[in-house]
């Protein structure tokens, strides 16, 4: 029987590279999403079109009943978790950190954080060898934003982004004994619609990607590499890594 891997934020960008590649692994799949259903369809179209399993579960991670609906709604579907990706985020438009609406911070952290902490701790009691699982994986997809702090950018996002670190360490060693590996990537400039988002002019991969000492920007289906390898057994000695794909950002 194939392992199960859920995604959250699975219908675009770096999720649904990473489900696609996924599906060509091996892996089933739960294709999480927040508002897009036909993007989410036609990800688990290519999913299936892989000779994999895929389902479409529409759940907002920024609202904790949503959370948990996800995962009950999973294990119908597959009655299994080998591994969760941890995806699902959104960032403010580009602004000082003084300049943002509480309701907006609010929600930002609810999503990027208050979620992710709660989706770990659904993945663990369904993973963890204490609760009568058989082990597995969590990647955290944080971002280089955690460490270089977006100054007069995105200030609330790279904070929300530092948590997600900080829960990949914590948890890491929390469940290590309990057959599950943790780990969190953080991508650099990678070209994604998550950059339309920030409502900055049109160019801005390509701007910034030259300002990367690799010389350019990074692809979502780069990032997809390392999060299934990390989700493999190829990485089962890998945990509490915090893994830059960055180009050396």
């Known amino acids: 029987m194939a392992k199960v891997m859920l995604v959250t934020g699975g219908s675009r960008g770096i999720g649904a590279a990473t489900a696609r590649l996924a599906a060509r692994e091996g892996w089933d799949v739960v294709v999480n999403y927040n508002s897009n259903s036909r993007a989410a369809d036609a990800v688990v179209a290519d999913v299936e079109a892989a000779g994999q399993r895929a389902v479409a579960i529409q759940a907002d991670s920024g609202k904790p009943n949503d959370v948990i609906r996800l995962f009950a709604e999973a294990d119908a579907a597959f009655g299994r978790l080998d591994a969760f990706v941890n995806n699902a985020g959104i960032v403010n438009p580009i602004g000082r950190l003084d300049s943002r609406d509480?309701?907006?911070?609010?929600?930002?952290?609810?999503?990027?954080?208050?979620?992710?902490?709660?989706?770990?701790?659904?993945a663990v009691r369904r993973m963890s060898?204490?609760?009568?699982?058989?082990?597995?994986?969590?990647?955290?997809?944080?971002?280089?934003?955690?460490?270089?702090?977006?100054?007069?950018?995105?200030?609330?996002?790279?904070?929300?982004?530092?948590?997600?670190?900080?829960l990949t360490v914590g948890l890491a060693q929390e469940v290590a004994g309990e057959g599950i590996r943790v780990n969190a990537v953080r991508p650099g400039i990678i070209n994604t619609d998550i950059h339309d988002d920030l409502g900055d002019e049109p160019g801005r991969v390509e701007r910034l990607g030259k300002t990367v000492p690799a010389g350019r920007h990074g692809t979502a289906d780069e990032v997809a590499e390392t999060i299934v390898w990390l989700c493999s057994d190829a990485a089962?000695?890998?945990s509490m890594s915090l893994m830059e794909v960055s180009g050396a950002r």
């Open 102 to 122: 509480p309701a907006d911070l609010e929600r930002l952290v609810a999503v990027n954080l208050t979620g992710a902490i709660l989706g770990c701790a659904e």
């Open 129 to 166: 060898t204490s609760h009568g699982g058989q082990g597995g994986s969590i990647v955290n997809v944080s971002s280089v934003a955690s460490r270089l702090g977006g100054p007069g950018s995105y200030v609330d996002y790279a904070a929300s982004k530092g948590g997600l670190d900080s």
């Open 236 to 238: 089962s000695y890998v």
